[in-house]
């Protein structure tokens, strides 16, 4: 059997390479920056709505109980996982009127469009339908 030649080295090298770097990498941040133990109540409307991955999130300007009142942005899990919890693409959409359960960041700092941040607890939909916890307890849907 004859050994490969370097060319033929360099080929393989490359091609192993390539298909490393097409598998999709699984990587996932930590909800540790929001406030577990807290939860803020906010009554609005929806302004912006992404059903995207890794995390689906909105936007809602309104009034907050335990919180500011303004413009909160609202991170959720991956909207597979909504799915599972009753969730649709069309269950908010702009313009709803909610009011939703939140976990605030520790550190309430204003994010770059001028908005809260909020990890998803739970959400009363425009229709008085409920999904998650609304309680007023609870950790958001990453955990």
């Known amino acids: 059997m004859k050994t490969p030649s370097l060319f033929n080295k360099i080929i393989l090298s490359v091609i192993s390479a390539a298909a490393l770097m097409a598998i999709p990498v ?14 803020v109540i906010i009554e609005g409307e929806v302004t912006q ?9 909105f936007k ?14 609202i991170e959720m899990t991956a909207p597979n996982v909504l799915i599972n919890q009753g969730w649709r693409r ?4 702009v313009g709803d ?11 309430a700092i204003i994010l770059n469009d001028g908005s809260q941040g909020g990890l998803y607890v ?3 939909l ?4 409920t999904l998650g ?5 609870g950790a958001g849907s990453d955990r």
Not at 90 to 93: K, M, Q, R
Not at 126 to 129: E, G, P, Q, T
Not at 133 to 137: I, L, V
């Open 26 to 39: 699984s990587a996932h941040h930590s909800t540790s920056a929001f406030d577990a133990e807290s939860v």
């Open 60 to 73: 809602l300007s309104g009034t907050a109980e335990g919180g500011p009142d303004g413009l909160w942005t």
């Open 49 to 57: 709505v992404r059903w995207i991955n890794p995390h689906a999130s």
């Open 126 to 129: 425009k229709d008085s339908a």
């Open 122 to 124: 739970g959400i009363v």
């Open 90 to 93: 069309s269950s908010i959409t």
């Open 97 to 107: 009127k909610v009011t939703v359960f939140a976990n605030p960041l520790h550190n």
């Open 133 to 137: 916890r609304t309680d007023g307890q």
